[in-house]
């Protein structure tokens, strides 16, 4: 299928961006990496009547430290995850998931903040984003922002931006001493999008579990926090009777919908069956 016709303008700033988003009276959309935009135009799911090329805009790219924390650029292509050593040291979820990302020539073209922008409930890095506590930097005609991820998708394609707002880094929160992590997902095929997956990070001091978030995707019309399967393993040590408890606390987290080719009850035994798997491979870490 063909897209419909539409205007192309390109812009080297921010404040430009928003001007030319306005001049449109919301009838354009922003165009970074294309990854999932270009596809959606020749499927004719959207049809903008402009694109604001937003892939130059300088301060949308960098990775560095600030105030602590680590600063991912929202044009983060998903493949600098991989190889970035700054992510790999203070972002270590981030860098795991990466590669589970489709395939090589979408992660060379696809950036960080497309995805978490998109929302795309079974995409892997807005759950590593809530997994992480990492916090969303937008910016718009009100001036930038800071949002947590958790609070950052508030449902199916749907984030808690305003329209014309733009994702203009990610922060991640300084890594605590004793931190671990883990990510795994199930797919009928290597790069296809998840049936289930999941997200760990945990801080472990002489084996026992101080604090530790769980976020599964593709569970819900959004990245899913395990807060029970969370709570059964604070206080104790990653085991086979933490392991147990946390699977059947899994019953009370998760709530998916009912598919015809995938019922419910098979997406949360998968779930089951994935987070006993990632815990018991950090159980000789922690």
Do not use: C, W
């Given at each position: 299928m063909k897209s419909p016709a539409f205007d192309y303008v390109r812009v080297d700033s921010v404040a430009d961006a928003l001007s030319a988003y306005n001049a449109m009276k919301e009838d354009a959309v922003y165009l970074a990496g294309g990854h999932s935009l270009v596809p959606s135009l020749a499927l004719r799911l959207q049809a903008p009547a402009q694109l604001i090329d937003i892939s130059g805009i300088t301060e949308l790219s960098g990775i560095y430290l600030e105030n602590g924390w680590l600063r991912i650029g929202a044009m983060t292509r998903h493949a600098q995850a991989?190889?970035?050593?700054?992510?790999?040291?203070?972002?270590?979820?981030?860098?795991?998931?990466?590669?589970?990302?489709?395939?090589?020539?979408?992660?060379?073209?696809?950036?960080?903040?497309g995805s978490l922008?998109?929302?795309?409930?079974?995409?892997?890095?807005?759950?590593?984003?809530?997994?992480?506590?990492?916090?969303?930097?937008?910016?718009?005609?009100?001036?930038?922002?800071?949002?947590?991820?958790?609070?950052?998708?508030?449902?199916?394609?749907?984030?808690?931006?305003?329209?014309?707002?733009?994702?203009?880094?990610?922060?991640?929160?300084?890594?605590?001493?004793?931190?671990?992590?883990?990510?795994?997902?199930?797919?009928?095929?290597?790069?296809?999008?998840?049936?289930?997956?999941?997200?760990?990070?945990?801080?472990?001091i002489d084996g026992v579990i101080e604090a530790i978030s769980i976020a599964l995707f593709s569970v819900g019309e959004r990245p899913t926090p395990a807060l029970q399967a969370a709570k059964a393993l604070r206080g104790?040590?990653?085991?086979?009777?933490?392991?147990?408890?946390?699977?059947?606390?899994?019953?009370?987290?998760?709530?998916?919908?009912?598919?015809?080719?995938?019922?419910?009850?098979?997406?949360?035994?998968?779930a089951r069956v994935l987070l006993g798997r990632i815990l018991a491979n950090l159980e000789a870490s922690a």
């Open positions: 991989i190889s970035d050593p700054l992510i790999a040291k203070h972002a270590a979820l981030l860098a795991a998931a990466a590669p589970y990302v489709a395939h090589p020539a979408i992660r060379n073209r696809g950036t960080i903040g922008s998109l929302a795309d409930p079974a995409s892997e890095f807005p759950a590593v984003a809530v997994a992480m506590g990492a916090e969303m930097e937008v910016i718009g005609a009100k001036g930038a922002r800071r949002i947590p991820a958790d609070a950052f998708f508030v449902g199916l394609y749907e984030t808690a931006m305003a329209p014309g707002e733009i994702l203009r880094a990610v922060f991640v929160p300084p890594v605590r001493p004793g931190q671990i992590i883990g990510f795994d997902e199930i797919a009928r095929r290597r790069g296809d999008y998840a049936m289930v997956g999941a997200a760990v990070q945990a801080v472990a104790g040590k990653i085991d086979t009777a933490g392991i147990t408890a946390a699977k059947e606390a899994l019953s009370e987290d998760l709530d998916p919908p009912d598919d015809p080719q995938f019922p419910a009850s098979a997406r949360v035994h998968l």
